[in-house]
């Protein structure tokens, strides 16, 4: 007789508490979903519970979700993008609104919908549905082990990575073990990359703009001040917590890849604490308002640093430099993805790996 468990711990991956189990199902639950980042993270989560799962299926539960059918169905179609295809068969999603059920790709089997509502009742998600600013620290763990290994500065400490990072323990164990199968372990406990790690890459990518808190200024004035003039006003700021990425930023790591033309400035910006002091970008151009990208193309475009360690360079005119991960990003971002692979295929490390 199949049995219902709520509040399971998984053996792989480890310890891993999920909100329900039912024979070969697992469930997560997300209530009131109101953002499409909450969504994007709870999708990457998924894969990683299938990863560990040979058998089982994941089902992402959502009751009365606040986000339309049509962006959901993009959501999933996004994810179906960066999920290796033999995780992503094993995921679905199914949502409860207004009286009605649904489901991606598949609607539920209605002899399952008894079982579905009770999971619902239970109303887990507010308690064991791992947050996204969880996932935001993974990935700041993870871009810190990328930066060292892109660079060469070989293996690290957990303490190092705790300072560096500004978390806890057992945030970065956490984060070791979910990147264990790339990474290279020493009898003193230090670690380091064995290679990179696509897949957990594209997972971020696909997060990047949400992880990093990416706001976007375009000019509306009708006179829009070009990125080089941008540049110039900046080093006149001279705002440490400010350092340049993008275009910019790569050239600076690598002076001799084939990167034409700057058409934005990305700024990385260094906030370990929640409040952001804006008061730069009037600094830069009165003109420059925020905007969503969808009506007018940016021409500022700033992303926040949030570990304790900027890993920022400062270069010989006093313009600190994002670190490579950033800027990498940022040219993914941009949507320059064969100059983002020229940039990351630049690096010793990465040579004849990718």
Not at 105 to 119: A, F, Q, Y
Request: glycine residues 6%; neutral net charge.
């Amino acid at each position: 007789m199949s049995s219902l468990i709520f509040q399971h711990h998984l053996d792989n991956p480890p310890g891993l508490l999920v909100d329900a189990v039912m024979d070969n199902t697992v469930f997560e639950v997300l209530i009131e979903l109101r953002d499409a980042r909450r969504l994007r993270v709870a999708l990457m989560d998924m894969a990683h519970i299938a990863a560990g799962e040979d058998k089982r299926r994941v089902v992402l539960l959502l009751e009365e979700p606040h986000i339309t059918q049509l962006r959901l169905r993009e959501e999933w179609a996004g994810a179906a993008s960066v999920i290796r295809s033999e995780l992503f068969h094993k995921l679905s999603l199914v949502y409860h609104q207004s009286g009605e059920w649904a489901g991606i790709p598949n609607p539920p089997d209605p002899r399952d919908l008894k079982v579905l509502d009770e999971i619902i009742k239970h109303g887990l998600s507010r308690q064991s549905v791992r947050s996204s600013r969880g996932s935001d620290r993974y990935y700041e763990i993870m871009r810190i082990l990328i930066h060292q290994w892109l660079l060469g500065k070989g293996p690290v400490a957990v303490n190092w990575l705790m300072l560096t990072s500004g978390t806890s323990y057992p945030t970065v164990s956490r984060a070791i073990e979910r990147l264990g199968h790339c990474l290279k372990r020493y009898s003193d406990r230090r670690v380091e990359l064995r290679y990179f790690p696509r897949d957990e890459w594209a997972q971020l990518t696909a997060l990047s703009a949400e992880v990093r808190s990416t706001t976007l200024f375009a000019d509306r004035s009708g006179q829009p001040r070009s990125p080089e003039s941008l540049l110039r006003r900046l080093r006149r700021i001279g705002r440490k917590d400010l350092a340049v990425g993008g275009v910019w930023g790569a050239k600076h790591y690598q002076s001799d890849l084939d990167l034409v033309g700057n058409p934005r400035l990305d700024l990385s910006l260094h906030c370990p604490a929640k409040n952001v002091d804006w008061s730069f970008v009037e600094r830069l151009d009165p003109a420059l308002e925020q905007t969503t990208g969808h009506d007018v193309s940016p021409d500022l475009i700033v992303h926040i640093v949030r570990r304790a360690d900027s890993l920022f360079q400062h270069g010989e005119d006093g313009i600190p430099w994002a670190d490579p991960v950033e800027c990498l990003l940022d040219l993914t971002e941009a949507r320059l993805e064969s100059q983002a692979r020229e940039f990351l295929n630049s690096f010793p490390a990465v040579k004849g790996q990718i």
